[in-house]
């Protein structure tokens, strides 16, 4: 069974703290990593996607990827209370194209 | 902007009843497109692959008589509860694969409260 995994939360970060943000996967084939916010009642919303180890950055949101440590992960800096959301790790699945796995979640609470 | 429309984006039906939830590509014809359910405080759980012009591919313990897809067209693709019973009040979710490295655009959602 192929499997990824998140800390569930909440994570609790004061406003203008850094959230760190925690995904390991099993399938070692994976090739593709994204990571979706999902307010309360709505659907995912892509917000970062990295193929390559290492880092990328877009505005506020950093990922890291590890390949042979199967990790990857989501820094947001200067978190902002719209930022509260849960936050999906998913992986592209090695042997079955375009299928997404997905992590539980973890919710961020960012207060004032 | 949204590239991925659903509709209705809530429903409320009677046990016994079907229910059809659209799902729309509106910047580009998808082959593809995919189905998902959520519970509450629970992550995405893929039901199928929505494919054009086949059959749709479901995953392991998802009922196929009980949720009919058709994927009729480049741009749309439906499901459809039948016989619904308050079991299969979720969260239903639809998306398609981007053009890059095999991300996936979801669209708003569909609420199903059956009563």
């Known amino acids: 069974q192929k499997e990824v995994e998140q800390n569930s939360g909440p994570l609790s970060v004061p406003e203008g703290a850094i959230a760190s943000l925690n995904c390991t996967y099993s399938?070692?084939?994976?090739?593709?990593f994204f990571w979706y916010r999902q307010y309360s009642g709505k659907s995912p919303e892509l917000i970062m996607s990295i193929y390559s180890n290492g880092d990328k950055e877009d505005g506020r949101f950093t990922a890291q990827l590890n390949k042979a440590s199967q990790y990857v992960s989501l820094l947001i800096r200067d978190s902002q209370p719209s930022d509260s959301a849960t936050y999906l790790c998913?992986?592209?699945?090695?042997?079955?194209?375009?299928?997404?796995?997905f992590g539980a979640g973890t919710q961020v609470v960012v207060t004032p | 902007g949204a590239v991925v429309s659903q509709h209705p984006s809530w429903v409320i039906c009677k046990s016994g009843t079907s229910v059809k939830i659209e799902c729309r590509s509106l910047d580009f014809q998808a082959t593809t497109m995919f189905w998902y359910r959520q519970f509450p405080k629970q992550s995405l759980m893929l039901m199928a692959t929505s494919n054009e012009g086949s059959k749709a591919t479901y995953e392991q313990g998802v009922e196929k008589d009980k949720f009919l897809i058709n994927h009729a067209s480049l741009t749309l693709s439906t499901l459809t509860v039948t016989s619904a019973h308050p079991e299969d009040s979720s969260f239903y979710i639809c998306?398609?694969?981007?053009?890059?490295?095999?991300?996936?655009?979801f669209g708003p959602g569909t609420r199903l409260t059956v009563t």
């Open positions: 399938d070692r084939g994976s090739q593709s």
């Open positions: 998306s398609r694969s981007g053009l890059a490295g095999g991300e996936q655009y």
């Open positions: 998913a992986v592209n699945l090695a042997d079955s194209w375009g299928k997404l796995q």
